[in-house]
């Protein structure tokens, strides 16, 4: 198994950096597209517990686009063969003083494209 293919690691940056103009700008319809549609996938965020895709597209329709401005430091992503991927990265936001975001995602490429299968969001102290 190849990791980091530069070609697949491209594909995976790019989902990746879609995602993150979604998350920032409330784009709902990209963030929706971008997570697997299935009862598997789950997303784990700072007070939420998110099982199967419907829990979490109802979370996002749902939330505030108010404060989503962030800036990334020490994003990694990884690719694992062509159709695998991690992506890490900490955040920081205005509103978040004296602490540090925490985000990480699996990747998988499907027919219709790479969509996250599974993602945590976490807040620590600095």
Same mark, same amino acid.
């Given at each position: 198994?190849?990791?980091?293919?530069?070609?697949?690691? *491209? !594909?995976?940056?790019?989902?990746? =950096? /879609?995602?993150?103009?979604?998350?920032?700008?409330?784009?709902?319809?990209? %963030?929706? #597209?971008?997570?697997?549609?299935?009862?598997?996938?789950?997303?784990?965020?700072? *007070? !939420?517990?998110?099982?199967?895709? =419907? /829990?979490?597209?109802?979370?996002?329709?749902?939330?505030?686009?108010?404060? %989503?401005? #962030?800036?990334?430091?020490?994003?990694?992503?990884?690719?694992?063969?062509?159709?695998?991927?991690?992506?890490?990265?900490?955040?920081?936001?205005?509103?978040?003083?004296?602490?540090?975001?925490?985000?990480?995602?699996?990747?998988?490429?499907?027919?219709?494209?790479?969509?996250?299968?599974?993602?945590?969001?976490?807040?620590?102290?600095?």
């Amino acid at each position: 198994m190849k990791i980091n293919d530069p070609a697949v690691l *491209a !594909e995976v940056e790019a989902a990746f =950096a /879609e995602y993150e103009r979604a998350l920032t700008t409330n784009d709902v319809a990209t %963030l929706d #597209r971008l997570f697997k549609d299935s009862p598997a996938t789950l997303r784990y965020g700072v *007070a !939420e517990n998110l099982y199967g895709y =419907a /829990e979490i597209a109802a979370f996002r329709s749902a939330r505030s686009p108010v404060g %989503l401005e #962030r800036a990334l430091e020490r994003t990694v992503i990884t690719s694992y063969g062509e159709a695998m991927a991690t992506a890490n990265t900490l955040f920081r936001r205005d509103s978040m003083v004296g602490k540090v975001g925490r985000q990480s995602q699996t990747w998988v490429k499907f027919e219709e494209g790479w969509r996250v299968v599974a993602a945590h969001v976490s807040v620590i102290a600095e």
